[in-house]
């Protein structure tokens, strides 16, 4: 409003100025030429001055206007690419769409969130809200109408293949001259984020609940420990009892199964040390065949190649380790399935771990990404993401390595290879000819 006002204003002075000085330079010229003239004459040159200077002053008023305007034209020019260059350079969808949910404004982002491009979505009825948010969408409408806007709200919105997937919304009005009121809707795609979440919540019920285990396992291990002492004592008593002696093995079986639990549980410090890993292998697997029975699968376990062989490592973590890529493997075989987990020296200087199923496979696309934290093939619930990205991670701490290997519908293997203690490193090349 001051800008058209000091324009009218310059324009109004500016012309003011330009009449007198073409008055005054008539007057000048009329009394140097024309000082003698008749009456005729003089009231032509009267006339022309007037002509003169309606020509003069409707020039300059026309040039004058058409300036401003072409400067009015440029900064719009300007301001309108500017708004265009936000709009669509802003991270999130941005959607424009009147009270009836037709779209007027549909952004860069939108195009590559939705799949739909702006010329066939521009005037068409908005496609992207499931049927069971439409109600949803019309309460943050009328929440708007009432002068408050909706802020980061989570909901679901519909892609070009009516694939469902989360976004953090925001809803405001938007309202031109002499125009109704249109609503402004700023979307960002927050899978990325609800499945960070989602993982995080599923990490923190497996932590609670091996907190619980932890706390069981103590609780048992001192009754196993008296039962067992009884059992003993009994057989003593009662020479070669068959039933007492197994009954011994299952109960020093339970036990050392709660010490392990026990064990795992206290993850203290990261502590290398060197460590037997023919030994440590078969703790592991004799640690895990509860489950592999409980699963009716088989593990075969080929330690020969390791015997000897010590690696420097922390045990604990090294044991964590094996246990998730046993995990991993049983999850992906069927009941009756069967894993198979070897060691074997690698010359010069090197041990490789490895751990194979007969299961479905992994596909090549997630096989690019299965080291990613929180990424992970199994259903809710049953999977956090973290073990194999634990895994890339000791192995890079020990000096090592971890890859796997797997083709859709023939089972994968996972490869852990670690460094040999100098010492261990002449036993590896001996294992290896030999076995050669």
């Not at 992994?362 to 929180?374: D, G, K, M, T």
């Not at 890079?396 to 290879?417: Q, V």
């Amino acid at each position: 409003m001051r800008e058209k006002q000091w324009f009218w204003v310059t324009l109004t002075l500016s012309s003011i100025t330009l009449v007198a000085v073409v008055f005054a330079a008539w007057e000048l010229v009329e009394n140097r030429y024309f000082r003698d003239a008749d009456y005729l004459t003089l009231h032509y040159l009267y006339i022309t001055r007037g002509v003169a200077s309606s020509l003069v002053l409707a020039f300059w008023a026309a040039w004058f206007v058409l300036r401003q305007r072409r400067k009015s034209e440029d900064e719009l020019r300007r301001s309108n690419e500017r708004y265009r260059g936000l709009l669509e350079d802003f991270p999130g969808g941005v959607i424009l769409y009147d009270k009836d949910l037709h779209v007027v404004e549909w952004n860069a982002s939108a195009e590559r969130m939705y799949g739909y491009s702006k010329a066939e979505i521009v005037g068409r009825l908005l496609p992207t809200v499931p049927p069971d948010k439409l109600s949803e969408l019309r309460e943050f409408m009328h929440q708007v109408d009432e002068g408050e806007p909706m802020l980061n709200a989570e909901t679901t919105r519909l892609d070009r293949n009516s694939a469902a997937f989360p976004v953090q919304l925001s809803l405001r009005p938007f309202r031109e001259r002499d125009q109704p009121i249109h609503y402004l809707e700023a979307t960002s795609d927050i899978r990325e984020r609800v499945r960070w979440r989602d993982a995080m919540i599923e990490l923190e019920k497996l932590t609670s609940m091996g907190k619980m285990a932890a706390g069981t396992a103590h609780h048992l291990n001192s009754p196993l420990a008296a039962l067992l002492l009884r059992v003993q004592l009994m057989r003593e008593r009662a020479a070669d009892d068959r039933d007492l002696a197994r009954l011994e093995e299952g109960l020093t079986f339970c036990r050392h199964f709660v010490q392990r639990l026990l064990e795992f549980s206290h993850m203290g410090p990261v502590q290398k040390d060197v460590q037997g890993l023919g030994a440590t292998v078969e703790s592991v697997a004799g640690f895990f065949q509860p489950v592999i029975h409980a699963k009716r699968a088989t593990l075969i376990t080929e330690t020969t190649g390791a015997l000897g062989l010590e690696v420097c490592a922390d045990r604990n973590l090294l044991e964590t380790v094996l246990l998730i890529l046993l995990s991993n493997a049983l999850d992906a075989i069927s009941p009756g399935g069967e894993i198979r987990l070897c060691c074997r020296p690698l010359p010069p200087n090197h041990v490789q771990i490895s751990v194979s199923d007969n299961g479905s496979g992994i596909s090549p696309a997630n096989l690019a990404r299965i080291f990613e934290p929180f990424f992970t093939t199994k259903e809710p619930g049953k999977g956090t993401g973290l073990g194999l990205a634990i895994a890339k991670n000791f192995a890079a701490e020990h000096g090592g390595s971890i890859h796997l290997k797997s083709e859709p519908g023939h089972g994968a293997t996972a490869f852990l290879t670690l460094p040999l203690v100098a010492a261990a490193a002449p036993v590896a090349v001996a294992a290896e000819e030999s076995h050669t």
